[in-house]
């Protein structure tokens, strides 16, 4: 057994130890609920958590006999995915006591391969902007990001090392990087979301929290329902697109510097790294993004805005419903359109890159709870579907994380991957 | 008032009789509520019907003091679509009582604008293969065709005017067809699917059954959640691509000569008609279709899989799900990356045409109850997301509907109605 306690290690670290007969899932889960105990008071990454629930799964699965991929392994669940066992009830007062009495399928897929889960995790009002109660885990003044913010929070301070999010926007990207973890959205259309709220479809993807990228790869092939394939040992330096975007100048001065400090530390440990610039078509990919995010989501929500009007929050209302509603449908079509287009000029553009190197966030999570962060840096990378990583590489003038991003070519995340762990070793 | 009875309007006809005080939607309930004790013992459309919901409900819309676009319009939901007040159990005992407590989105469009929501019709299990108790209205020994076998056979038995239900292959204009109905699949990703139970979400769509186009056109916009904006009074003869397609040797001698003479019937009236080949590769989107639904299907299922697999029927498990276990996830990813060029080179092959005109199905609904019938002549184009609409034109040997099918561009779905309108009229 590792000297660390075993809330401190990595997903795959505990799945190791437990198959070594070093520790058990009950053993585990106590150590998280210990960390969480001391932690939830001033974090609140959780929306519920039954501690006897969560024993009751670790006792079941070491009498399972077998050893699954994420054996024992306790993961935070976003408080959009459906649970059977659990409340969901989409951060909002309207659905207090909602129970679904179904697990989403990455609910399912999780709990198949011995994953434990712990509970449900904070997220903003329908994974939109209104923020739920969770701080940032290391700095209470700040926002932990959102929409997932309680999984990012969660995995941030040590108490799972795996969190379920989903992302829309920002909602996983940015989180992670407020909160110093590895996060992960995947080529859109990948991963199941069958019983996640819908926020909006042709956007919505889920998000993968960790504090490794071996282990986002690892949980990415238990929600594909495979067999996990470890990441191969070593791999070829990769070719880096440096894209500071034509947003580059939201970034803050001493992000610029350090995302800029860090392209050269990796053109130097042997990667080959040059400049991309985005084509100019890529201003509008924002506006297009909230047509389509408004557009959708005041549909999905029609059942809510016609029952329970009083009880959505008046920011929702006035923005990203109000401008839902009032979008004509021929707009929003052409948005979707212009944007299937621009997902074939970046597979264009991407044909002589492994990777892109562009910003997560503007800099260190801002103070304040009222907002969750500037989402421009993951709205152009969203929208064109392909697959993101954050990696804390970095920390601010205040100590505290701030993330860099890593975009793949749709459908290849395990490139991704590969060079992500390249540019985390690199970096190391 | 018209001299016919209540059920037997339109939804538009209801709409214009109660907003100019000729009937009520008590009336046109009581109306369908009447034909349904006569028909449904033998026809078995309906999976929940609460006659005392469905009177609330219309004594309310008399009470509202406002006419929506589908004011009094009774509507028949597929029972794997949310509804607040009634339950909702996929076609399978697994998921008996089930009550989601909010309306799927579709839903809820719908009451918003007036409409009624009559009961929750008959689906295969899980939208899949395994039938229902539901008999073809023109001669109880034939499928009604599926999986939305309920909806279009309460359509087409005269029960009421609109039913939802979904396709992720063949799922709406087969059983459209087969039930002398109009059946239309919108454009993947125009119409909402929150609160729809996922089957394959990179296939899956709404899909609307009717009376006529017209019916249609309005019930599309509703699901929009845009203003409902008639078919132009008048349009243009259409160019017409005669698809034959590569499974012509599939459709019956019968079905094919009808289509033939219908498209020397509409040249005739005026319209461009001409041959369309589809190219080579299109033999194989077949295949491609079986991968990414089983795929989708398998891992949307994983806790029914995991904790009722025994209630679960042997023809699903050794067929979707048993497909869906095994499919490799570079095989499910190359599928979806063929069928995404296949949808452009639609899109170019479509340039010079307004609408394609093509078997819905291989002929009248087959004999016997254990199989829904052949997919093939929907499978092509679910996969290419392409609108599709089927029309009744035609009656087999044996005095059964058979439908044939207008493709219409992606994101053009209202000129594809105007064709559709055109077709109609010319052939009448």
Not at 21 to 44: D, Y
Not at 210 to 230: C, F, H, K, T
Not at 293 to 322: G, Q
Request: hydrophobic letters at 40%; aromatic letters at 6%; a neutral charge.
């Amino acid at each position: 057994m590792n000297a660390r306690l075993p809330h401190q290690l990595t997903a795959s670290e505990i799945v190791q130890a437990i198959a070594a007969g070093k520790t058990t899932a009950v053993a585990v889960a106590e150590s998280c609920l210990g960390h969480i105990t001391e932690r939830e008071p001033q974090l609140g990454a959780w929306h519920y958590l039954d501690p006897e629930l969560v024993l009751a799964q670790a006792r079941a699965l070491d009498q399972r006999g077998s050893i699954g991929p994420l054996q024992g392994v306790p993961v935070g669940i976003k408080d959009i995915i459906d649970t059977a066992d659990m409340p969901t009830e989409y951060g909002t007062p309207i659905h207090q006591g909602r129970r679904p009495g179904i697990d989403a399928a990455c609910v399912a897929l999780t709990r198949r391969a011995g994953g434990l889960i712990m509970g449900k995790t904070v997220t903003t009002e329908f994974a939109n902007f209104f923020p739920g109660k969770t701080r940032n885990p290391f700095d209470p003044q700040r926002t932990p990001g959102g929409s997932s913010s309680g999984s990012a929070a969660a995995v941030g301070a040590g108490m799972v090392p795996l969190g379920v999010g989903t992302q829309t926007t920002a909602s996983t990207i940015r989180p992670a990087a407020f909160c110093g973890c590895v996060g992960y959205r995947p080529t859109w259309g990948d991963l199941r979301c069958a019983g996640v709220m819908e926020a909006s479809g042709s956007l919505d993807t889920l998000g993968l929290i960790a504090r490794s990228i071996e282990d986002v790869a690892l949980y990415r092939d238990v929600l594909l329902g495979v067999a996990p394939e470890a990441l191969p040992a070593d791999s070829a330096a990769p070719r880096i697109g440096f894209c500071r975007s034509h947003i580059w100048d939201q970034c803050e001065a001493d992000t610029q510097r350090q995302i800029e400090a860090c392209a050269a530390k990796l053109a130097g440990a042997g990667a080959k790294v040059s400049d991309v610039t985005l084509p100019g078509e890529f201003t509008r990919i924002e506006d297009a993004h909230r047509w389509i995010s408004s557009f959708e989501f005041a549909r999905n929500r029609a059942w809510e805005i016609d029952h329970h009007w009083e009880m959505i929050s008046e920011r929702l209302r006035s923005n990203r419903i109000r401008d839902g509603l009032d979008c004509r449908y021929e707009t929003y079509r052409d948005a979707r359109d212009f944007l299937e287009r621009q997902r074939l000029v970046l597979d264009d553009l991407m044909a002589d890159y492994d990777v892109l190197l562009t910003p997560s966030v503007a800099g260190e999570a801002p103070i304040g709870l009222h907002s969750t962060g500037n989402a421009s840096f993951c709205a152009i990378w969203t929208s064109t579907h392909v697959p993101a990583v954050t990696l804390p590489l970095f920390k601010g003038p205040n100590g505290l994380p701030v993330g860099v991003q890593l975009i793949g070519k749709r459908n290849n995340d395990r490139r991704l991957f590969a060079a992500a762990r390249w540019v985390q070793r690199a970096w190391d």
